[in-house]
């Protein structure tokens, strides 16, 4: 099926001194090898719209300098040639990329569309006709969040190794499936966590296991990027040319939205927003080099204060709680770049900060108190080497190859997605909810307008067992003075809950959706301030 998916943008923490800006460059030639000298070759950033050119010179070179980490698409133009174009140039920062460009003789109205250097490569409307052929042995899985599950099965099925962008499930339940189909094959999946993948990240792993920055007590991961630049009026589909149906798929059937479709991540059906998108990349960095990865109590609080469009929410703070005493929080805002993403590790000897673009270490001061930010320079710092996709992709062909575990396997995926999940579940991440994480807030009647909240789910047969709940009638909507009524439930519930009531004065219901979270509800002005994973 053809998805006509966008590309995320991702941006990396750069240190201060460094210029985020990269280079496009290249040698335009024609088909014969010649040089081209004096064609117009423009880079257009598909976010914003903005489009820089140059030219190329006698030696057939061209440079485009200065320009933001972002997707691109390049045009090239020259009298008495085709013109040349290709879309999904994916530019990082600080980068220095090299795209050549063969022109072909014709006229400039005739445009040659390149897809990045796959000549061979065939258009299916149906990934399963993918699936049957039996000259394949490798697939891609880079849909939306909800088509990750069915789509792997059917390649395990088909017998073919698969490298599965994150999150690898979209549902806490899809886990334990997945795990059992992997190791019931024996074949080999790589799930899109990339930092496994990077040298400087490998390195830095063996510094904390070395405990030269002592005991860790506290992991501070982030998430910054900036949708409001992002102007949705200017995303265009042919709904004539989509087989909606198709990317549906296993979703619940819905009116066409060209929203939901171009920017998928942040509607529940399709992805999870920051949690599922984001953090799953920093907080895989904290499970694989502190060697934990089942965090035993998580909360978190989520708004839309700057993107209402969004069922998401575009600014997140999560905590989550693991064994030995060690937090980890969570930082997101999809309303400004500055930052990037990464995590930070503090521990009693030293801290330490990583990213894609290298990582900085520092000894604790001998002073009890500091103020301010960090201003003398690092004990030790360590560059990015490497496309990050890259080789991470080539750790997986390597794996393929020799039938060895790739670097991050199917079950570190599925770890992330079970911390994720926590905060979901009141707290825990087995799915057994604490009620005493709930709450209220004043109503967004965008939210409340939207058919997938919380009072719009109860009405779904729920199929988890909740602790401390009727389990005869789990799912639905009680009044919590009934719920308190009996000694079992008195205990779970917290003395702010029982015979709550609402400004109006009318009787808080306690809400049980198929989310596996208990949620607090009021009939006008309130509304609840978790949102179903």
């Known amino acids: 099926m053809r998805f006509g998916l966008p590309l995320a943008l991702t941006l990396a923490v750069a240190p201060q001194a ?4 990269g280079t496009i460059t290249g040698q335009v030639t024609d088909r014969t090898g010649g040089v081209v000298a004096g064609a117009v070759v423009g880079a257009t950033n598909v976010d914003t719209n903005v489009k820089v050119s140059a030219g ?32 999904g140039v994916e530019l990082r920062m600080s980068d220095r990329m090299q795209v ?104 830095a792993r063996e510094i904390v296991a070395s405990r030269a920055l002592g005991q860790i007590a506290l992991v501070e991961t982030y998430f910054y990027q900036n949708y409001l630049r992002i102007d949705p009026a200017r995303f265009s589909v042919d709904a004539s040319k989509l087989d909606w149906k198709g990317f549906l798929g296993p979703a619940p059937d819905q009116p066409f939205d060209r929203l939901r479709f171009v920017q998928w991540r942040w509607y529940w059906d399709f992805g999870g927003g920051t949690l599922t998108d984001l953090f799953t990349h920093v907080v895989d ?21 700057l993107l209402p469009r969004w069922q998401t929410p575009d600014t997140v ?11 980890v929080v969570f ?42 930010p960090v201003t003398v320079p690092p004990k030790l710092q360590v560059k990015a080497q490497g496309d ?31 911390a994720i999940a926590a905060r979901s579940c009141g707290g825990r991440p087995t799915c057994r909810p604490r009620v005493t994480q709930l709450g209220c807030h004043r109503a967004d009647p965008a939210h409340d307008a939207d058919p997938r909240t919380e009072t719009s789910r109860i009405e779904v047969a729920n199929k988890v067992e909740h602790e401390g709940l009727n389990p005869t009638k789990p799912a639905g909507t ?21 015979d709550r009531h609402c400004s109006s004065g009318s009787p808080a219901k306690l809400v049980i959706p198929d989310s596996c979270a208990p949620v607090l509800t009021c009939s006008d002005s309130y509304r609840v301030t978790h949102k179903p994973g």
């Open 18 to 21: 460094q210029d985020p800006r």
């Open 56 to 87: 190329s010179n006698a030696q057939g070179s061209y440079e485009i300098p200065y320009l933001l980490p972002g997707i691109y698409k390049l045009e090239a133009e020259k009298q008495g040639f085709r013109t040349w174009s290709r879309s």
């Open 100 to 203: 050549d460009i063969s022109l072909e003789i014709g006229s400039v109205d005739q445009t040659v569309e390149v897809t990045a250097e796959a000549p061979l490569a065939r258009e299916y409307e149906d990934y399963r006709r993918v699936l049957e052929q039996k000259d394949i042995d490798v697939v891609v899985i880079a849909t939306p969040d909800h088509w990750h599950t069915p789509m792997a099965l059917d390649a395990i099925s088909a017998g073919k190794d698969i490298y599965l962008e994150k999150p690898v499930t979209h549902t806490l339940e899809e886990g334990p499936r997945m795990l059992a189909a992997v190791e019931g094959s024996k074949r080999v999946v790589q799930t899109g966590t990339q930092n496994r993948s990077m040298p400087h990240f490998i390195q």
């Open 285 to 305: 960095v904290a499970h694989w080099f502190l060697g934990k990865d089942m965090p035993a109590e998580a909360s978190a609080r989520g708004t839309n204060s």
């Open 317 to 327: 703070n999560a905590c989550f709680q693991y064994p030995g005493g060690l937090i």
């Open 331 to 372: 930082n997101a805002m999809m309303g400004g770049s500055l930052q990037g993403g990464g995590t930070l590790f503090r521990g009693t000897k030293a801290m330490m900060r990583i990213s894609r673009s290298g990582f900085e270490l520092w000894d604790e001061p001998d002073e009890s108190f500091t103020q301010g």
């Open 388 to 418: 990050v996709v890259l080789l991470h992709v080539q750790n997986f062909l390597e794996c393929v190859r020799s039938r060895r575990t790739p670097n991050a396997p199917l079950a570190a995926g599925i770890a992330c997605a079970r």
């Open 478 to 498: 009680h009044d919590v003075q009934d719920v308190n009524r009996s000694t079992k439930h008195r205990q779970v519930l917290p003395r702010f809950l029982q």
